[in-house]
């Protein structure tokens, strides 16, 4: 009976860990959502730099999940640029699906953010940014989160349709 209930307690743990999208990885909770809004935010940066309106979404993509990463564009963040170049190359390599679906999806940046470091990932939720020292960027304003959860409420209902 002991051994039932510890084997049940188990089973539920694993299945929570393999349900949430979240990634195991070796950098800390901070620096995973810091690395999720630099992707996100130097990745708009070089879309708008580097293509015009003409240029498919897919090849915008295709070159942000390459350009992105460099050390020259991390370093105005929190966490020292190696350790960004690390967890920005995390992203683009572990969340690229996401990441290609996410930025189809929703063209405005924070709504970006919104949709991938706290919907699709999970990686910002219970985040505390108000002690960085460098990065001062609280996260996205209450309007950004509202047109993106009404998107996705929207997107959620004509699927079930």
């Given at each position: 009976?002991?051994?039932?209930?510890?084997?049940?307690?188990?089973?539920?743990?694993?299945?929570?860990?393999?349900?949430?999208?979240?990634?195991?990885?070796?950098?800390?909770?901070?620096?995973?959502?810091?690395?999720?809004?630099?992707?996100?935010?130097?990745?708009?940066?070089?879309?708008?730099?580097?293509?015009?309106?003409?240029?498919?979404?897919?090849?915008?993509?295709?070159?942000?999940?390459?350009?992105?990463?460099?050390?020259?564009?991390?370093?105005?963040?929190?966490?020292?640029?190696?350790?960004?170049?690390?967890?920005?190359?995390?992203?683009?390599?572990?969340?690229?699906?996401?990441?290609?679906?996410?930025?189809?999806?929703?063209?405005?940046?924070?709504?970006?953010?919104?949709?991938?470091?706290?919907?699709?990932?999970?990686?910002?939720?219970?985040?505390?940014?108000?002690?960085?020292?460098?990065?001062k960027y609280k996260g996205p304003t209450g309007?950004?989160?509202?047109?993106?959860?009404?998107?996705?409420?929207?997107?959620?209902i004509s699927d079930e349709l």
């Open positions: 009976m002991q051994y039932q209930w510890l084997l049940s307690i188990i089973v539920l743990a694993l299945a929570i860990l393999y349900a949430s999208a979240y990634k195991p990885t070796k950098f800390g909770k901070e620096v995973v959502c810091e690395g999720c809004h630099a992707f996100v935010a130097e990745s708009a940066k070089l879309m708008n730099r580097k293509h015009t309106s003409r240029d498919k979404i897919e090849t915008q993509i295709k070159d942000a999940l390459k350009r992105t990463c460099d050390t020259e564009h991390l370093r105005a963040y929190e966490f020292s640029p190696p350790n960004m170049k690390k967890v920005c190359d995390y992203w683009a390599t572990e969340y690229k699906k996401e990441i290609t679906q996410v930025f189809k999806e929703y063209s405005d940046p924070e709504e970006r953010e919104i949709a991938l470091c706290f919907d699709v990932t999970d990686a910002c939720i219970g985040v505390d940014r108000s002690n960085f020292r460098i990065n309007e950004a989160m509202k047109r993106t959860v009404m998107a996705k409420s929207k997107h959620d």
